[in-house]
């Protein structure tokens, strides 16, 4: 009997069905393999664009080179290449590679899921700038100020700016490709868990550059954006889940909050130091996402797919 006659394995949770007759070849591992193959492409294209943005006068210093600012940050220039070439370029590749044209449409699909329930987009756009402010009210004993007309004026240009830069970049890899797998696999709860992690950990190299405060930052920063990270990713696979694995409102969600943190926050808690500031939004996320996880018994509002 040739090996074209066996019948294929059934799919197991979190795997696809694969010719064996394709299992093999340079691209056989991405089959086999896809999420370990996604998250292996997204770190390795992102670190190595992000290289000279690291070694230049904007991170360690050791290449005498300064990139461009747009906008009053070099962030344009040095992380946001690398930011596009990680997860969405290696969530479509392996996409590509191991779901074929099938799975491509369901990945472009969710990216263009809008028709959801207006009440998930005024809690995308007003539950989190709440809960920033909340935390941070928490921590100052009420203390905050007014923020300036120009930063008000800038919140909603910023916030639309973000979803074609980090939303775009970090999401349909993440949250379309990687967190439906994750769960299948692992079920709602340990895949959100696995997820949180290697998230914060495809941003650590940035935390030796400008993006990270390299010139004034202590160990705990990275420490206390991971567990933000981690807390926060709850409450982005809730959202995901709720909102019939709507991307654009995870998207939202996820720059909703950097927008917030990058336009307001700062004026209307001046006294909060930057490392303060990031402890106090992961503590904010903390019992947010305690509560998520006591309102839905750790399910998440995740429903497995048919069979």
Known sequence: MTISEHTPPPATPGHLTTDPRGSGGLL??????????????????????????????????????????????????????????????????VTAVADGRAGLRRWLGRMWRWRVNWRWYAFCLLAVPVAMLLAGLAYTGGQIAAPSMVAVAAYVPGLLLQM????????????????????????????????????????????????????????????????????????????FNRTGESLPLAMLLHVSANNFASIIWTQTFPTITADRAMQVMAAGSVVAAVLVLAGTRGRLGYRPPAR
Do not use: K
């Open 28 to 93: 056989g591992p991405l089959r086999r393999h896809p999420l370990l193959s996604f998250f292996v492409l997204a770190n390795l294209l992102s670190w190595l664009a992000w290289t000279p943005y690291i070694l230049s006068g904007n991170g360690l210093g050791l290449w005498d080179h300064r990139f461009p600012e747009v906008f009053g940050t070099s962030q344009f220039a040095g992380v946001l290449p690398g930011a596009y070439l990680g997860p969405i370029v290696s969530a479509l590749v």
């Open 164 to 239: 074609i830069t980090t939303g775009l970049a970090e999401e349909p890899g993440w949250r379309d490709f990687a967190l439906p797998r994750m769960q299948r696999r692992f079920g709602p709860l340990a895949g959100t868990m696995i997820l949180g992690p290697l998230w914060a950990a495809w941003h650590l190299p940035l935390f030796l550059t400008d993006w990270g405060g390299w010139s004034d930052a202590n160990w705990t920063r990275p420490v206390v954006f991971v567990v933000f990270c981690v807390t926060f990713n709850v409450i982005m696979t809730w959202v």
